[in-house]
């Protein structure tokens, strides 16, 4: 019940289990676009290609803003990950935004991790109840139910 709902669409993906970044690679290694891919997607995708650098042994690496090279992970590591450093070694929860901070500084990037980040802080039991938590107010005498005038 813990477990996020991506995890889930990840692992019963119907189809086929390429990694998020197949196209990119390919492109790189071969020059090879996609299957039917229109003149737009080529466009696309060289120009997405630019940002990316594959080494000798054939890790893909995305280039960040300052030049430092990330490793791309595709969606199983990419889970790990971000389990890791939500937890953290000391249990503390991270928000969405230090998740992605922390995974930039560990050196590693996936095309959706700030979403997925978000996503994560959302789904997590621990956080959800934390949350609920701080939102009830101090006093409940002090708080005063909002009219709702109509009905
Ligand atoms: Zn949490």
Redesign the pocket.
């Given at each position: 019940m813990d477990r996020p709902a991506y995890a889930f669409a990840v692992d019963t993906a119907p189809d086929d289990e390429k990694p998020w970044y197949y196209d990119i690679k390919r492109y790189l290694e071969t020059q090879e676009y996609p299957e039917g891919a229109s003149k737009k997607d080529r466009k696309t995708l060289r120009r997405l290609a630019m940002v990316f650098y594959l080494n000798k042994d054939g890790v893909l690496y995305k280039r960040n803003f300052d030049w430092v090279l990330l490793r791309c992970v595709d969606d199983k590591e990419a889970s790990q990950l971000m389990k890791e450093v939500?937890?953290g070694s000391f249990g503390t929860?991270?928000s969405g935004n230090a998740m992605v901070k922390k995974l930039l500084r560990a050196g590693y990037y996936w095309m959706t991790m700030e979403a997925q980040c978000f996503n994560?802080?959302r789904k997590?039991?621990?956080?959800?109840i934390?949350a609920d938590k701080v939102h009830v107010p101090p006093n409940p005498f002090e708080w005063a139910p909002v009219h709702i005038s109509g009905n």
């Amino acid at each position: 019940m813990d477990r996020p709902a991506y995890a889930f669409a990840v692992d019963t993906a119907p189809d086929d289990e390429k990694p998020w970044y197949y196209d990119i690679k390919r492109y790189l290694e071969t020059q090879e676009y996609p299957e039917g891919a229109s003149k737009k997607d080529r466009k696309t995708l060289r120009r997405l290609a630019m940002v990316f650098y594959l080494n000798k042994d054939g890790v893909l690496y995305k280039r960040n803003f300052d030049w430092v090279l990330l490793r791309c992970v595709d969606d199983k590591e990419a889970s790990q990950l971000m389990k890791e450093v939500h937890e953290g070694s000391f249990g503390t929860h991270a928000s969405g935004n230090a998740m992605v901070k922390k995974l930039l500084r560990a050196g590693y990037y996936w095309m959706t991790m700030e979403a997925q980040c978000f996503n994560f802080v959302r789904k997590c039991h621990k956080c959800q109840i934390y949350a609920d938590k701080v939102h009830v107010p101090p006093n409940p005498f002090e708080w005063a139910p909002v009219h709702i005038s109509g009905n």
